[in-house]
């Protein structure tokens, strides 16, 4: 199970952090990724990270803004958004999968959050 929070409103050129707090002895044994789904779109990949966390993977939307890590001894990734947009207003969801093939689609992933809200006003 995993639980994201840090979601909230801010305005463009603000930063915010997220965190995804996962359950169970094997946390660090899952690839981790961050998708987004804005209203009337599809869910979209944002950035993933390895077990070890020495590997990220980002989208080019966000490359350069975002930096994903992870804190293997407290179960938890995080996803640190820097000049935030108005188009990167959007539900976050975190999720977990066994490899680090295909990290960039919502295939494969087992265990995803419930979510946080993400609203950046201009």
């Known amino acids: 199970q995993v639980v994201e929070s840090g979601g909230g409103l801010v305005q463009a050129g603000d930063s915010m952090k997220l965190s995804c707090a996962a359950s169970?002895?094997?946390?660090?044994?899952?690839?981790m990724g961050w998708f987004r789904q804005a209203p009337g779109k599809e869910r979209e990949f944002v950035a993933a990270i390895s077990r070890t966390g020495i590997s990220t993977y980002y989208a080019d939307s966000v490359k350069g803004r975002f930096a994903i890590s992870r804190d293997n001894t407290k179960n938890t990734v995080y996803l640190q958004m820097n000049s935030l947009k108005p188009e990167d207003t959007a539900d976050y969801y975190c999720a977990a999968r066994n490899t680090i093939v295909g990290v960039t689609t919502t295939e494969g992933y087992a265990h995803w959050g419930q979510g946080t809200q993400v609203t950046i006003s201009s």
């Open positions: 169970g002895r094997t946390f660090s044994t899952y690839t």
